[in-house]
């Protein structure tokens, strides 16, 4: 689908970007709403796929399309958190949006799903344009333009999602920040943003607060019944364990035993995983 200024589908917010784009091509259907936008490193760090995976979930209950940029690392991972979350996400690209040239390639697959689940990949670019350095910057002045904030999660000092940062600042978007460990150089953005004045996000609730809709009148119930060795092991998990060998050397457990409390906490639906032998709070 191709897209200009004044065509029924064309995403107003869009032309605040500066400059406005001058045509759209579209795979997918476009949300009518703005939403919000993830962005991040592309060497996302177990801390922050975490991050992604706790927070995206938050979005989609919500009702808002998750926006990002479809790279590896964060924007991947949060495309991803959303699709599991039977959430809405789109993609803005840097190349064509044609299977032989979405970049990266290794997403293809992730662009249909997107597709398929009700969201969109789109780009300025035409079928066969492939994706050149200097197409990632000028994309993200749309990233921030099709969303109503911007959500940094690790990112170095100079990089893609700090201009995102910049440019939605400039657009009068919010921009929220995951701190981070003042020792990681994928902390150094998100930190500096929060001393700026960006809104830190440490949990869900930071997201839903920040948006202004109304606390969660209930948490979702924890089961009654968790032995004491359950109990630790949430203790842990919270504590940013989230793996049965860290798990196991933060318990001072063997891994046994700690994959074993991890199953009956799974069927007692207080966690879940995500993915790369990690696990989260069940959401």
């Known amino acids: 689908l191709l897209l200009r200024p004044g065509d029924e589908h064309w995403p107003i917010s869009c032309s605040e970007a500066m400059p406005p784009p001058a045509r759209l091509f579209v795979r997918g259907r476009l949300a009518s709403i703005q939403g919000i936008a993830v962005v991040g490193t592309r060497r996302m760090s177990t801390y922050g796929r975490t991050c992604v995976d706790l ?8 009702g808002l399309p998750v926006v990002s940029g479809l790279a590896l ?29 979405i970049s990266p390639h290794a997403h293809v697959n992730l662009a249909k799903r997107m597709i398929g689940n009700g969201g ?25 333009a099709l969303s109503r904030a911007v ?3 690790e990112a170095p ?25 003042i020792t990681h150089p994928n902390a150094e953005g998100p930190n500096g943003l929060i001393r700026d004045g960006a809104t830190p996000i440490c949990n869900s609730d930071d997201i839903t607060s920040a ?14 019944d968790l032995a004491p060795e359950e109990r630790a092991l949430l203790e842990a998990l919270a504590s940013g364990a989230d793996t049965a060998d860290a798990l196991g050397r933060a318990l001072k457990r063997p891994v046994t035993a700690i994959s074993a409390t991890l199953t009956t906490l799974e069927l007692k639906r207080a966690v879940r995983t995500v993915g790369g032998g990690r696990y989260t709070f069940y959401t």
């Open 120 to 144: 969109a990949v789109l780009s300025e670019y035409a079928a066969g344009t492939p994706g050149l350095p200097h197409h990632f910057p000028e994309r993200n002045r749309l990233i921030a």
């Open 211 to 224: 948006l202004g809709f109304a606390p969660r009148q209930a948490s979702l119930p924890m089961p009654s």
């Open 151 to 153: 959500l940094v999660i």
């Open 55 to 62: 927070l995206v979930p938050e979005i989609v209950r919500l």
């Open 73 to 101: 690392g964060i924007d991947g991972a949060a495309h991803e958190a959303a699709l599991r979350a039977n959430g809405t996400t789109i993609a803005v690209i840097g190349s064509g949006i044609d299977d032989a040239t």
């Open 157 to 181: 000092k100079k990089s893609g999602a700090m201009i995102t940062a910049r440019l939605a600042l400039e657009m009068g978007r919010d921009v929220w920040a995951v701190p981070g460990p």
